[in-house]
């Protein structure tokens, strides 16, 4: 039986072994065979290296913010499409599945806070946080619970997100939603918000997101920039960044990609970056040591075809963990 806790704020779900499944093999191989299920939110405190799944089913943030709903659905499908995948991580790393925080009525606020506070305790006790979504929106929850572990420490945090949005739209009637993260992580903490966008899409930004970006400092790269033919730049561009800062949070919203590769999210563009230059990214951030936290965000399974966007989203993960961790 998967128990749900309900509170005020927010459901959490804990983790069914049933959603990872995958090839049978004598010996383990794949990532179904090693991820342990962990109830409660008891965040493990063994000394080797962990990673933290949590799944954030929820899309509200997409609604308010006129989206197409169905990104409640994607974690579970994540988790499953990741379970089939070979395992390369090595013994050494414990993979923990804590389940899912989700939201209770249309309470996004307060399943945030839950968020936040479920990440400060990831962060504090030695996991890499990987997050799946449900809507962008998570991302000011998941910013928010690292800045206020890493803000007391005197660390600098970094955020790069690849997407085709700033994310820095203003709340609606003085509410959050899923184009509004970075606008409100700039908003709580603007002697601390260090952001780079990579893959912007002009036709998906007004100017006036254009003029909140130069506001905020943010940093850039148009979707044409974000090729690899261009790559000596882009390498250029990330390293900077990197070098500014001291810990790196990495936010990938799935509709950043062209549609030929990403057609089940709630925003699609067939003027997207490609795979290719996004992995060529992910293998530059991992191999800095600077990146501490993961989310995958805006997979739709309702407009996917044949799970290509949601390999995708596992694939993104398993990449950029292994070369964290390998």
Not at 107 to 127: C, D, N, P, W
Not at 260 to 281: C, E, L, N, R, Y
Not at 293 to 298: G, I, N, Q
Request: net charge neutral; glycine share 8%.
């Amino acid at each position: 039986m998967i128990l749900k806790i309900e509170s005020r704020m927010a459901i959490h779900t804990n983790p069914n072994p049933e959603n990872w499944v995958g090839r049978k093999s004598e010996n383990p191989e794949y990532w179904h065979q090693f991820v342990q299920c962990i109830s409660d939110l008891k965040f493990s405190q063994e000394s080797r290296k962990k990673i933290g799944i949590l799944g954030y089913p929820v899309e509200e943030g997409v609604r308010r913010n006129q989206g197409r709903p169905g990104t409640k659905e994607a974690p579970n499908l994540i988790r499953n499409l990741l379970g089939n995948t070979a395992f390369h991580l090595g013994e050494n790393v414990s993979i923990n599945d804590y389940g899912d925080i989700s939201i209770r009525e249309k309470e996004l606020e307060t399943v945030q806070q839950k968020v936040s506070e479920a990440m400060k305790g990831l962060i504090q006790s030695k996991h890499f946080p990987v997050l799946f979504g449900g809507g962008h929106d998570l991302a000011y929850a998941h910013g928010k619970g690292l800045l206020n572990h890493l803000i007391p420490k005197g660390e600098k945090l970094g955020i790069i997100n690849l997407d085709a949005h700033f994310d820095l739209r203003p709340l609606v009637n003085g509410k959050g939603h899923s184009g509004s993260p970075f606008f409100q992580l700039s908003e709580e903490f603007p002697n601390d918000f260090h952001y780079l966008a990579l893959g912007i899409q002009r036709a998906a930004n007004p100017v006036s997101l254009f003029q909140k970006a130069k506001e905020v400092n943010a940093k850039y790269l148009l979707m044409e920039q974000f090729r690899l033919h261009n790559w000596e730049y882009i390498e250029e561009q990330i390293i900077w960044f990197l070098d500014s800062v001291n810990k790196v949070y990495l936010s990938i919203d799935l509709d950043g990609f062209s549609s030929a590769f990403a057609p089940g999210v709630s925003a699609p563009s067939p003027m997207g970056f490609s795979p290719q230059i996004a992995f060529k990214a992910f293998e530059l951030i991992a191999k800095s040591k600077k990146l501490i936290s993961l989310d995958v965000v805006e997979l739709n399974p309702r407009f996917d075809q044949d799970n290509a966007t949601a390999r995708l989203a596992a694939r993104c993960v398993e990449y950029i963990l292994r070369k964290v961790f390998v």
